[in-house]
Every structure is written in C-alpha cells, then in structure tokens.
C-alpha cells in the first residue's frame, strides 16, 4: 500500500470514529462542528487531516478539559451574570470551573467546550432566572424620557443587580433602609459623585466596585467569606 492510500484509510478510519464518538455521547451534528471549529478551526472533516480528526477524537474524550469554557461572544456575558450570582450569594463557586461545571450540567453535555451559541443562550436565560428567584433581581428596563420628550427603555444589569444586594443587605439587617433613594444615596458617596446622582449613573466600573464591596459585605454576613 502506498504512503497516500495509507493516509487516506487512515483518515477515513479516524473519520469514522468521530462520528461514532459524538453519537455515543449524544453530540449533535451542530454542536459536533462547533467543537470541530473550536480544536482545529475547521468545520467539517472532510477538510482535516488525521492529525487534527485525532485533537478531535481527544477533545471528545475528555481531554480537551471538561471544566473549559466555550470560546464564544456569548461568554462574557454568561461569565458576568455568575460573578453577580457569586456577590449575591446564590453561586457559591465564582471560578470558570465552577461555571464550566453549572453549564454542563444546563446543557446536558459532557465537556463545556462543546457548548453551543444555542446552549449559551439558553443558559444565560437559566441564569438570569435563577438570579431573580433566588436573589430577587429585576432584569426590567428603566424607563426614561429622552432630549426630544419621548419616553425609552434603558439596560441597566449593574443597577439592578446593586438593588437586588441593598435588598438583601437590608434582609441582613446590614442597612437600615431598603429603599433606592437610601441606595443611591450610598452609592453616590462610595463612588465619590454628587449626592443628587443615583446609583443607576454609575459608570461600569464604578457599578462593579460597588457590587464587589456589596459581595463581600453580604459574604461576611453568611458566614462564607473567603
């Protein structure tokens, strides 16, 4: 047998055992070419050499590393709704391990790197619904009038997330007063703006600090601070 009719049973042998692999592990056709993209940064394997149909076989047994993370635009913010969960008392393990581990189990696969864009929705949407029953988070828009007069809806994640802690550090007896007047009010000052400002104009990174000191806070309180 020649060297090339050697390579080409080769890589239909090793063609074959992808396939069978992902059909053992229940790894659709979508999310088989996702990890495919993610360990070679090809698709389909009619474009892969034996080399890189091997990565592929690795990664789906488990070497790829079951605790990474899914390289996708969709991460950081699935990243940053479990940090909120770890300041807000409900997640209890803040590292990527710790989210790698919630998200296979969301999804139902084996590896977190064989998260889809479908499975990344789908658990921000988990997430964000877990932080409102469990930490009472209003995801809501703010309503807002414009220069012109008209009334517009505005994002504010941080802001709903610093209301959702100043609830609960009410509940912890840690604030005596649970309103957003007395939130804005501290806020302001922590962020070193004008008192007549509210928390929801703080910047991002002002927010953050803020929903880090809030974390600590509500941590110490439960007894689980690090």
Request: hydrophobic share 45%.
């Amino acid at each position: 047998m020649t060297a090339a009719a050697q390579t080409d049973a080769a890589w239909k042998r090793l063609n074959r055992r992808v396939h069978a692999r992902a059909r053992e592990l229940g790894i659709d056709e979508q999310a088989r070419r996702a990890l495919q993209t993610r360990v070679t940064g090809k698709a389909s394997c009619r474009d892969m050499s034996p080399a890189e149909l091997r990565r592929v076989i690795a990664a789906m047994s488990g070497s790829g590393g079951s605790d990474a993370l899914p390289d996708s635009d969709l991460l950081p913010k699935l990243r940053a709704l479990w940090i909120s969960g770890w300041h807000l008392g409900v997640v209890r393990d803040r590292t990527d391990a710790g989210l790698a581990a919630w998200l296979r189990r969301q999804a139902g696969i084996d590896s977190a790197t064989w998260a889809t864009p479908a499975h990344l929705v789908a658990a921000i949407e988990a997430l964000r619904g877990w932080l409102h029953r469990e930490a009472g988070v209003s995801w809501k828009p703010y309503r807002a009038v414009d220069e012109s007069g008209r009334a517009k809806d505005i994002d504010r994640p941080r802001a709903r997330v610093l209301e959702a802690q100043w609830a609960i550090l009410h509940g912890l007896g840690l604030v005596r007063i649970a309103d957003r007047t007395a939130l804005s009010a501290y806020a302001c000052a922590h962020a070193g703006l004008a008192r007549t400002d509210s928390h929801t104009a703080l910047s991002d990174k002002q927010a953050d600090a803020l929903i880090r000191h809030f974390g600590d806070r509500i941590r110490a309180a439960a007894g689980s601070a690090p």
